[in-house]
């Protein structure tokens, strides 16, 4: 007996302990999943020491960045827009409310979270900037209360129109709507702020829109609505698929075993997930959906082979034993495929993937044992009265339905119509191949809820009156060398020379003093803080020595003293106006992009409070010409309402800049485009000064990871092609049957790829994991239908007599398995969020797909290489070995290969010891396949023997 019976044998002399057994382990592991933590942050897609991870995160804290709620007014209605007095009197109202949103931080009862107020952006919060007179820059509220008349709101709107600081970021040229800016102490509270302001909204009238969206509201908002629906959407196609099973197999007490299998699998695997800690994040939330159809392909394969092969005479042991006996090889290696495609996953940069695809990958394995054990002794409990009139003879042989008709023409037309069927499958290949060349990477977190969900609603609306609703931000920081460090020492020693030759006339011990200075600088060595730590250090030094000398050098070190203070402010990179000017002409070149709909940066600072500072006139928004002028317009902002709001834009030291961003559209394609002419302007227009730059913010975040993501999935599935392939080889002993084992795979996936291309989806996370579960779907098919031709050809020693019965019980099976899992998950379509439609149509896509390339490339393949396919032997063609050896190196085989793959992926300078490492169980696997008929030979020979008493 081998290993195949004895799983059987005991799972049917056992079936009680098995189903007690089965029950206890999925409670046990069910009872973990109350423990749940939800993570639906994209920017977990990578990992916490990700250097754009870690230097977004320094970046909010050196510009005390937040992220930010957007809330929008809109007033078509009115001809004043938003700029009447009952539409202003709510949108204080509002920002009223919105500066109560903090609680209790549960984690520190001292402190509070929720709304920071100060750096709220509001009418009512904002200063409007004006002229006091010649020289005088005047500072007041822009709303200081609602206004009473409507001249008094014409009055507000025509200051905030003539502010370009305000202009496209709080109000809309057009004058139709007002942006309010919530900044969040934490982002995960974005939820929570979007309900309280839903609920207040509801209670004002009038006729305003209101509009709440941003990134952190999308994503947050997302987690909350993706657990409804998977609480919504799973069940609903469970019992779609249960439905179409009864329909086939007309036995409730039957069809119930698969529902079993399904659940158990998703709860144990769920279960795992949560108790070895990870978070569910939008990755893992989708494992139910994905290993549904998985758990259930190989149940209905069971009940369709159980259905064709039921007698009573056989009575429901032998028929399952006759069943799984044929079955277990082809279900272990199918399960195995499915699951190295999803493991694969493990090879990608992401973490939130690579759990999603190990733990759907466990899942599927956890399936297959669950099938294996839990079906047979399910069978075993079913009393035999229950399957009276059941099976194919009970109902006088096969039925003529639609479906049966429907695949004996097909099995005629792929051995009449063999070559047709493969040129017209070569045309949608070079199809597919063109579509794949119009692929658009692209993925925008919100766009995963349908175009009528309020929040992408509200993106659609603020956008077209704004500057843009996805922030990012362009980090400036000087680019200093050590060489640029020495040289500057130099310069400023002449310069020092120069101060002390002017000074010797008036001053006798200024060379004295010179040369003391001279020294002091020779002593400095390059810090971390390049010229600014240098001067810093020079003038504490001089200040004490001024402080501490004689009269008569007393005045000297003074001079000096004055000669290092200003030289400290000079090198100051952003208050030197040709470097400010530099930043306002780089905001000016990605404004041409279209895709940067507002910028702000210290430069409008400066242009603002300069226009103001002359005369108010158009002519003089521009950037001073000297630093001292400079450095008293700051001065002068820092007297208004919220001076720290420039801290948002530079460093207190003026070391460090930040560009604050607005893009119109939150497509990782617009971000990528933004770069790509930040890049080119560096390129073609060198600084003033050398500066580094460096990007931050949600929206720059999201195309990293989309990167990651695509490349990994490739290398992932790159990996697992070769890993199937390989496993095909050795189930069917055969390189070139392992080859036509992987055609309904290669076609699959280049079709429905090819369809994305074509009609313009974009390539974004869901689709990308779907290469996993086409990998596990199709090589499925391919399997079952060549294991089952080769033992038909066998039995009947020609193609022509073999083909009828493969488009009999096979095909149907196949058949049953396509149209169950691809109506089943049709219910997903219906779902608000577009990763769950996603999946709904691409699932049935690829059911539809790998089925109808099984049932017609193949079997016409066959026929075409019929010779060369099923050489004459001198023994029959076996479709798998009787004993479980070969499973067993050959699964191990692979296992080593994966991980070889996977430290090939991370090598370095060990990339020579890995490849050697990878050959060893390659060689091995090339042997075992080489050698594989004769091991089984012996062992089949033996068991003879042993038999016969010898």
């Known amino acids: 007996m081998n290993i195949k019976q004895k799983i059987t044998d005991y799972s049917i002399r056992h079936y009680k302990l098995v189903a007690v ?67 202003l009197a709510r949108i204080y109202e509002l920002t009223e409310f919105a500066k109560t949103l903090r609680w209790t931080d549960e984690d520190d009862p001292n402190q509070q979270v929720g709304v920071i107020e100060v750096d709220l952006l509001a009418p009512s919060l904002v200063d409007h900037i004006g002229q006091g007179g010649p020289g005088v820059v005047t500072f007041e509220w822009l709303m200081k209360e609602p206004p009473a008349t409507q001249a008094q709101a014409d009055e507000i709107k025509n200051k ?70 998977m609480a919504i959407s799973a069940p609903l196609a469970m019992v779609v698929i249960f439905i179409l099973m009864l329909v086939f197999f007309r036995k409730l007490v039957l069809v119930v075993s698969p529902m079993i299998v399904a659940m158990v699998s998703v709860i144990s695997t769920m279960g795992l997930l949560i108790g070895f800690g990870y978070p569910v994040h939008i990755m893992s939330s989708m494992i139910p959906i994905f290993l549904m159809p998985i758990s259930v392909v190989d149940s209905v394969h069971i009940l369709s082979e159980f259905f064709d092969r039921y007698t009573k005479s056989k009575g429901r042991r032998e028929t399952i034993i006759e069943v799984m006996d044929s079955l277990f090889t082809p279900m272990l290696y199918t399960s195995l495929t499915s699951a190295a495609g999803f ?21 599927i394995m956890v399936a297959w044992v669950v099938t294996v054990t839990f079906v047979p002794a399910y069978v075993m409990m079913i009393r035999d009265r229950s399957l009276e009139n059941f099976g194919l003879e009970a109902q006088h042989g096969e039925k003529q339905t639609w479906l049966t008709r429907l695949l004996h023409g097909a099995g005629r037309l792929t051995y009449s119509k063999a070559k047709a069927i493969l040129v017209v499958f070569l045309v949608i290949i070079a199809i597919a191949i063109y579509g794949i060349t119009r692929i658009e990477i692209n993925d ?18 603020l956008n077209k009156h704004f500057g843009g609703t996805y922030m990012a931000y362009l980090a400036l920081d000087p680019n200093e060398t050590k060489t640029d460090y020495y040289e500057y020492i130099d310069t400023l020693r002449r310069r020092v020379v120069e101060k002390g030759t002017e000074l010797k006339a008036e001053f006798p011990e200024a060379p004295s003093v010179t040369s003391e200075i001279e020294k002091l600088l020779l002593e400095q060595a390059p810090g971390e803080g390049g010229k600014t730590e240098l001067l810093e250090t020079i003038v504490k030094a001089v200040g004490e020595k001024e402080a501490s000398a004689a009269k008569a050098q007393a005045d000297v070190w003074y001079e000096f003293l004055d000669f290092f203070e200003l030289e ?217 239908f060549l294991e089952r031709a080769r033992v038909a050809y066998a039995q009947t020693g020609s193609w022509a ?121 390659v060689m091995a696997l090339a042997c075992g396949v080489m050698s594989r008929r004769r091991v089984c030979r012996l062992i089949d020979e033996n068991k003879s023997q042993t038999k016969s008493g010898v």
């Open 160 to 229: 905030a129109m003539s502010n370009p600081l305000l202009k496209g970021t709080i109000v809309s040229e057009d004058g139709k709507a007002i942006c309010l800016y919530l900044p969040l102490t934490s982002k995960d509270l974005s939820h929570r702020v979007y309900k309280a302001l839903n609920a207040e909204i509801a209670k004002y009238a009038g006729d305003e829109e209101y509009h709440i969206t941003g990134l952190p509201v999308a994503e947050d908002t997302f987690g909350v609505e993706m657990f409804i629906q």
């Open 444 to 461: 925008n977190p919100v766009k995963w809820f349908s175009k009528g969900h309020p929040i992408r609603r509200a993106d659609i609306e």
């Open 801 to 921: 007599k073999a083909a009828p019965e493969m488009f009999g019980e096979p095909a149907r099976a196949i058949s049953r398995n396509v149209l169950v899992i691809a109506i089943g998950f049709l219910p997903l379509l219906a779902a608000p969020l577009v990763p769950y439609k996603t999946v709904g149509i691409f699932l049935c896509a690829i059911m539809a797909l790998s089925g109808a390339v099984t049932l017609l490339v193949l079997p016409a393949m066959i026929t075409l290489f019929e010779k060369r396919l099923f050489k004459p032997a001198a023994e029959p063609i076996r479709p798998s070995c009787n004993c479980g050896f070969c499973v067993v190196i050959s699964a191990a085989s692979v296992l080593l290969v994966a991980l070889n793959i996977h430290q090939f992926a991370i090598v370095g300078w060990t990339k020579l010891v890995w490849v050697s490492a990878a050959a060893i169980p």
């Open 21 to 87: 057994v089965m029950v206890a382990v999925t409670l046990a592991l069910g009872a973990l999943i109350p423990l749940i933590k939800v993570d639906t942050d994209p920017e977990n897609m990578l990992s916490a020491d990700e250097p754009v991870r870690v230097f977004h995160s320094q970046n909010k804290k050196r510009f005390t960045l937040s992220d930010i709620v957007v809330v929008g007014v809109v007033n078509n209605k009115d001809p004043n827009g938003v700029f009447n007095t009952s539409s």
């Open 568 to 784: 400290a402010e000079a090198v100051k990179p952003f208050k030197q106006p040709e470097v400010l000017r530099y930043i306002s002409k780089l905001q000016d070149h990605l404004a041409g992009t279209g895709l940067v709909g507002k910028s702000n940066s210290v430069a409008d600072v400066v242009k603002k409070v300069y226009q103001e500072l002359i005369d108010g006139r158009q002519e003089n928004y521009r950037i001073p010409d000297t630093s001292p002028a400079v450095a008293q317009c700051l001065i002068q902002f820092q007297s208004s309402h919220n001076p720290d709001d420039l801290w948002h834009f530079v460093t207190t030291d003026y070391m460090h800049a930040n560009i604050w961003l607005q893009l119109t559209s939150g497509d990782n394609k617009d971000m990528q485009k933004v770069v790509a002419a930040a890049d080119e302007f560096f390129r073609d227009n060198p600084p003033p000064i050398k500066l580094n730059y460096h990007w931050a913010g949600l929206t720059y975040i999201n195309i990293v990871w989309q990167e990651k993501m695509v490349w990994g999935m490739l290398q992932s599935f790159l990996g697992s092609f070769v890993i199937v392939f390989i496993m095909m080889a050795v189930l069917f002993r055969s390189v070139l049957w392992g080859l036509i084992c992987m055609i309904p795979l290669t076609i699959t996936i280049a079709a429905i790829y090819g369809i994305i291309g074509l009609v313009g989806k974009d390539y974004d996370m869901p689709v990308a994991v779907l290469s996993a579960l086409t990998l596990g779907m199709a090589v499925d098919f391919a399997i079952h």
């Open 343 to 363: 493991f694969s996953l493990a090879l990608t940069p992401i973490p939130p993937v690579q759990v999603f695809g190990v733990f759907v990958g466990l899942g």
